[in-house]
């Protein structure tokens, strides 16, 4: 048996989906529109990021989960708009359904319960006094990247990649944040203003019961929203053309 028979054809390649020839991994979904795209979101989210920190304290802005996810969306993105422009696969779907998730989240609850007077946790006093660039990131932070990113899931990216267990596994990020966020609390002195980063996690408000059972409905809502994002991708159609189509993902070795 010759080198070429044992070893597949010459122009074959190793990727983290198997073994794909040249003209496959140049046609996977990775147009220059995808990958500007997703520079664009990253972009957005550095830059409000930034805003953030300079307009602040970054040790204060870092210890909120709105500025985690936005990182997230930073990196993930970022790195998936990278991976688009030089032709390489893309990141495994639990890494982009888990940004998602999060980003979608911070999303929906900044305006169905911080930014809503009708809200038990109503902070939308607050939010209208922001003005120039602290109003710009907080859009940003808010709006354009939970809308970008949910947008480059539906649009750019193949269904029927998530499985059920990824929506229990994503508990992790809003799990560690808490950790972080009630430690944080303990040992910040009792008169700073941020020391709890958000009022359903306010230890002096509701005490420890009462932040855990706020925990609790919303660890509930994460899982539901995961759950509900896994079946959406089970149904939705695929929107990228049939040019650009990779093997599903969870064919794979990653899962």
Sequence with gaps: MTRSARHGPPDAVRTPYGRRTAHTVASMPNTVVTALFRGLLALAAV???VIECVEGNPLVVFSFFTIWSNTAVAVVLGWGAVRAWTRRPPLPA??????LLCIAVVGLVFHLVLDN???EFNES??????TGARAVANQLLHTVTPIGVALDWL???RPGALRWRHAAQWLAAPGAYL??????GALVSPDTPTRYTYPFIDVTAHGY???LLNAVVLGLAFYALGLLLVAVDRVRPSLV???ERISSLGAGGLK
């Design 155 to 157: 649009l750019l990216t």
């Design 209 to 211: 019961a009462g932040v």
């Design 94 to 99: 639990p890494w982009t359904g888990g940004v």
């Design 241 to 243: 053309g049939r040019g």
């Design 117 to 119: 007077a009708a809200s």
């Design 179 to 184: 950790v972080f966020a009630l430690v944080r």
């Design 125 to 130: 006093a607050a939010i209208a006094r922001l």
């Design 47 to 49: 830059t409000g990021i």
